[in-house]
């Protein structure tokens, strides 16, 4: 037993490393045409026994068009109490496949691809679709995110991975939630149960609108881990600026 749990939190730790990082958002399939963004993000793992990990990114944004949204980061990671340090640079794509409100589901695809500073780490092709749906007041967002390393110095399959957002709109500057990060392994042969890595936890959101049309956009959660594979707990927020 104590076996396979030092195998779990062995996987857990080049799971949050490859597939997801404390700094992670979950993605919208909305797109507003015009929009621009500074967009920052930040996060923190933690498990004990286990040193912290943290990583931030900042980046500019731009509704293009009315169904696509554009995004340069600039990434950053902290491990084992090191100085920070520029990890990658990514370019994400996000685009609006359905009309709000048209159909029961509003429906997006994301695509991100990440360079980063170490090239024997590979360059790292995020893509998935996004589904969202209102039952009154309670905003559902679920997604399906698919993810694989290439021109890496050590083989990596095809990995699959979710995230899922439930938001209580409230009013706008303040709304609450859950928000859950998980990743199962091989997107055709899932790990077992105890090297999965699932995060759970408690979130806010908001948006304070200033004049025209910038308004600072807020959201935070602290997630616990629901699987040995996962940290403790992790904290991670990201805030826009859009204008």
């Known amino acids: 037993m104590r076996k396979s749990l030092l195998c779990a939190a062995i996987f857990g730790s080049l799971c949050q490393n490859v597939i997801a990082r404390p700094a992670d958002y979950v993605f919208l399939p909305m797109v507003e045409y015009g929009e621009r963004e500074i967009d920052f993000k930040l996060g923190s793992a933690r498990s004990d026994g286990r040193n912290p990990a943290s990583a931030a990114s900042i980046g500019f944004g731009y509704g293009a068009t009315s169904w696509w949204f554009t995004e340069l980061y600039a990434k950053y990671l902290q491990n084992n109490s090191k100085s920070t340090k520029l990890d990658a640079f990514e370019w994400e794509n996000k685009f609006q496949l359905t009309d709000a409100g048209t159909y029961p589901v509003d429906l997006g695809f994301i695509l991100e691809l ?130």
């Open 114 to 243: 990440e360079r980063p500073q170490n090239l024997n780490e590979g360059y790292e092709l995020k893509f998935g679709p996004l589904a969202q749906t209102d039952f009154g007041r309670i905003q559902v967002n679920a997604n399906l995110l698919f993810m694989r390393v290439y021109q890496a110095s050590a083989p990596n399959p095809l990995t699959i991975g979710y995230q899922m957002q439930l938001k209580y709109r409230y009013r706008p500057e303040f709304e609450f939630g859950l928000q859950g990060f998980g990743e199962m392994g091989k997107w055709d042969s899932w790990n077992p149960h105890e090297m999965q890595s699932h995060r759970l936890g408690p979130a806010i959101f908001g948006k304070l609108r200033l004049h025209g049309r910038q308004a600072i956009r807020y959201n935070a959660a602290y997630l616990l881990g629901t699987s040995h594979a996962a940290p403790d707990r992790t904290f991670r927020m990201q805030l826009e600026y859009e204008f």
